[in-house]
């Protein structure tokens, strides 16, 4: 296994933007637990109000962390699109179609789970 041209003992240095992106995705899901809401910071007044704004006055933090898992894992199809498309590995068509293919699964895996009740 390599990583472009670095072997797997010689990556590169990973920039602090990216991992703090990744850290900071870990918010929403941490709010939005149901420990946290129970016994930190009950945001559930702010979410009522959002959801009157939207005309959902149902809406809770249950439903809006499975909304936002479903979003993050609909990122989870872009790496093999673009190794797909950029000849990642000189793979071949074929390789590059079931990348792409590939690609849309976590996609099509999460919609539904967005019309799953809380």
């Excluded at 809770?60 to 989870?76: D, K, M, P």
């Amino acid at each position: 296994w390599s990583c472009g041209s670095f072997p797997p003992t010689m990556l590169p240095p990973t920039s602090p933007l990216p991992m703090s992106l990744t850290l900071s995705g870990l918010i929403p899901f941490v709010c939005l637990s149901s420990p946290f809401q129970t016994s930190v910071l009950p945001l559930q007044p702010y979410i009522t109000s959002l959801g009157a704004a939207l005309g959902r006055p149902t809406l809770n933090h249950a439903e809006l962390q499975v909304t936002y898992a479903a979003g993050i894992l609909s990122f989870l199809g872009a790496p093999h699109w673009g190794f797909a498309l950029s000849g990642y590995g000189r793979s071949s068509l074929g390789s590059a179609l079931a990348r792409m293919s590939w690609g849309v699964v976590p996609m099509l895996l999460s919609w539904p789970c967005m019309s799953l009740p809380p």
